[in-house]
Every structure is written in structure tokens, then in C-alpha cells.
């Protein structure tokens, strides 16, 4: 008799399942549509960027969940291209 084991669930399984709890009121949410569109795509791929925005934001360190999930902590982008992509105020003459 032969007895397979369940596999070790790899670092993107445990990222996925991570993500996906951060995400359960949207899970839930999306549960609850019984008509997709790409209007309500689009609106829950924003909704869940939002969420990970602010998610990062409140973290106790910078980039915790990678280092919780094994991954590299990306560089922060320098300030000088930080200034570089801001807008810069342009007046519109009549």
C-alpha cells in the first residue's frame, strides 16, 4: 500500500494564501456578483491595489511580506527619481 503524502506548499502557495486572507472582504464580495463584466473587473483589480497600497503602508517594516515569504525587499527608488516623477505645475495661458 502505497500512501502519498501532501506535497510542502511552495513560497507563491504561501504568498497566494497570505494575499487571499488579506483580500477576504473582496473574496466575499465577489461571491456575491452573479453578472461579470470588465467594468466590475476593473473595478475589484483597483479595489484590491488599494488594498495592498494601504496594506504596505501600515506594515510594522518596509517590505515585510517578502521577507515573511523569502523574497527580496525591492530598493526604494532614489529621491532624486522620486522628484523626477512628480508632476510639475504648468500654467495654461488663455
Not at 466575499?28 to 467594468?39: F, G, H, K, P, V
Request: aromatic share 6%.
Amino acid at each position: 500500500m502505497v500512501i502519498l503524502m501532501p506535497r510542502r506548499p511552495s513560497r507563491i502557495d504561501l504568498l497566494e494564501l497570505d494575499i487571499d486572507v488579506r483580500l477576504a472582504d473582496l473574496w466575499r464580495e465577489a461571491n456575491d456578483i452573479s453578472e461579470w463584466s470588465l467594468e466590475v473587473v476593473g473595478a475589484f483589480i483597483r479595489a484590491a491595489y488599494g488594498k495592498g497600497y494601504c496594506d504596505a503602508l501600515t506594515e510594522d517594516a518596509p517590505g515585510l511580506l517578502c521577507v515573511e515569504h523569502g523574497y527580496r525587499v525591492p530598493e526604494r527608488r532614489s529621491q532624486e527619481a522620486l522628484s523626477a516623477a512628480e508632476p510639475q505645475n504648468q500654467t495654461v495661458e488663455p
